[in-house]
């Protein structure tokens, strides 16, 4: 691609609002679905461990905000049949508050970013925005805010958004590349989430996780936790051994020589997240110095992007755990050192570190004002993640002051929230879950 000048670039990006006015972002149109949504889940559920599949139901069945953080393949086929801008960054593709979290740099310190990358991919910056928008419309309702506020935190966050777009606009290419935000310690539910990551060491995970092998004195190896931790021994614990080999090829040799000086010594099958559930999620107990020298990684399957069906320039990744490497690495500033892929057999993984000082917000550090600081904070880190991974001058040519823009995504966000709400009714009644007592707001 040929060079353009600044003023080129921010001409683009004023030039797409003819392609999608800003105010037409609060466009949904349910009627032109080309399959149910129970449809599209049941197809991103294709090759998952059947016997969780029950599990993932129940999840969703629990709230709105649940089914929501599991219907990532519903809403990238809901954004696909509406207008978009063309203009692309690296987005994360499951853009909601609880994907925002605190981990350990490789410095050692602590940080906060968006921290899961599985449906990461290059599309329209404002998927992003959408999905993110409609999150918070979502845990503004079960955390006990009236619409109106919660439409008010939607158009901090994309005000915010816009205010720091224009801001990269303005920098250095470098400067961009580097820029931290600062005051997030500041912000109580970012606050809450690093006193939770402040206390998610090594050594308490080894607490958690392990225990110690009866008759065999400083032996531990992963503990029997029903519903979400069960070991794995003999051939298969093998197979799930020999992935580290190809995955220490893929790590800088600085990461392969560390790696080295740990030895396996327990592996054990794990069930997380909300959309993850069932797919092949595997967790390596490895010690280095000693019993007090723990590492923990996990081995999680990786598939397609939700986003990849309807972007006509992406091709399926040749390795979807690469794929998420590459998108994480992208848009955050700095990324788990431990970070790579691998394979066990035909199937795709990420590898990272488990549980190293990692911290998530819940929907109750939301409460009061704590939605619109927070949904700041989301504003900036996605603006930060795409002026990295995108062209700020195109985006901030595109959005102007921001206004019309954040008044569009707050219509945006309540109306796909409300969706979220039937969508979330018709899986209650499809008859894939166990129904207990009625939820009430």
Request: contains cysteine; proline residues 5%.
């Amino acid at each position: 691609m040929s060079w353009a000048s600044p003023e080129e670039r921010r001409n683009l990006g004023h030039s797409r609002r003819k392609q999608v006015g800003r105010l037409q972002n609060d466009q949904l149109s349910i009627k032109d679905r080309k399959s149910p949504p129970l449809t599209l889940l049941q197809r991103a559920e294709r090759g998952r461990v059947p016997a969780l599949l029950k599990l993932k139901h129940q999840l969703m069945a629990q709230s709105p905000f649940v089914f929501f953080r599991g219907a990532a393949p519903i809403m990238a086929a809901d954004l696909a049949v509406i207008p978009n801008t063309g203009i692309e960054a690296q987005i994360c593709g499951d853009a909601h508050v609880r994907n925002l979290g605190a981990f350990a740099a490789p410095d050692g310190r602590l940080v906060f970013d968006i921290n899961d990358f599985d449906e990461t991919i290059r599309g329209p910056f404002e998927w992003d925005l959408k999905r993110m928008a409609a999150s918070i419309v979502l845990a503004g309702r079960e955390s006990q805010h009236k619409e109106t506020a919660a439409r008010d935190a939607v158009q901090h966050c994309i005000l915010r958004y816009c205010d720091h777009m224009r801001a990269f606009a303005r920098l250095p290419l470098l400067e961009v590349a580097r820029f931290q935000v600062h005051r997030l310690g500041d912000i109580q539910p970012v606050h809450a989430a690093l006193v939770k990551a402040e206390r998610a060491t090594p050594l308490h995970s080894l607490d958690l996780l392990t225990e110690p092998v009866h008759g065999k004195p400083g032996t531990r190896r992963f503990r029997e936790i029903n519903g979400c931790l069960s070991r794995i021994t003999g051939a298969q614990a093998e197979k799930i051994l020999n992935a580290l080999a190809p995955y220490r090829e893929v790590l800088e040799p600085q990461r392969q020589h560390l790696l080295s000086l740990y030895h396996p010594v327990d592996v054990a099958f794990k069930i997380v997240g909300t959309g993850s559930v069932g797919l092949r999620d595997y967790c390596i107990y490895l010690e280095g110095n000693g019993p007090n020298d723990p590492l923990f990684l996990q081995i999680k399957e990786e598939t397609v992007s939700a986003y990849t069906p309807y972007l006509q320039h992406s091709h399926p990744s040749p390795h979807n755990g690469q794929r998420v490497v590459i998108g994480q690495r992208a848009m955050q500033l700095q990324s788990d050192p431990f970070l790579g892929w691998t394979h066990i057999g035909s199937r795709q993984f990420l590898v990272r570190q488990l549980n190293d000082h990692k911290g998530s917000i819940d929907l109750t550090d939301l409460a009061g004002s704590g939605l619109i600081a927070f949904a700041e904070v989301c504003g900036e880190l996605l603006a930060r993640g795409h002026a990295r991974s995108g062209d700020p001058l195109v985006i901030s040519g595109y959005l102007g002051n921001g206004e019309a823009f954040a008044e569009a995504l707050a219509q945006f966000g309540s109306l796909y929230a409300d969706q979220t709400e039937k969508d979330w009714q018709t899986l209650r009644r499809s008859g894939k879950v166990e129904l207990t007592k009625k939820r009430t707001r």
